[in-house]
């Protein structure tokens, strides 16, 4: 996955964060390396809301809503956790893809494998 920050982008941001996830029957969890090099694990839910096909090309549009935990700068009450709502949008050829997405000053774009 790579990221861009709106707000406070400077060179100490990592911009590719080594995403591995999956989503099943609405379900989502993964791990990737967030912007300050911490590990950070998420889950929650995904819903798909828009759904077309342009030509070969098939869109789906949706929201995710969970939790992270590992970003010490953003936790709630000294928890380590934070909540999640994330807009996204796939973009498929076939099985092949790729992801676009955002989530507060965050955009990411990342690959996609659909089976």
């Known amino acids: 996955m790579w990221s861009y920050h709106f707000i406070d982008n400077d060179d100490s941001y990592r911009t590719t964060h080594n995403l591995i996830a ?58 380590g956790i934070f909540p999640l709502l994330q807009v996204y949008s796939n973009l498929r050829y076939k099985r092949v893809g790729a992801q676009f997405s955002w989530a507060g000053s965050v955009v990411t774009a990342g690959s996609i494998l659909h089976f």
Do not use: P
């Open 22 to 79: 999956i989503t099943y029957k609405g379900i989502f969890g993964g791990t990737f390396e967030n912007s300050n090099d911490d590990r950070t694990w998420t889950a929650g839910i995904q819903r798909d809301v828009y759904h077309t096909n342009l030509g070969v090309l098939s869109v789906d549009m949706g929201y995710r809503f969970g939790l992270m935990y590992g970003y010490d700068k953003m936790e709630i009450f000294n928890s």
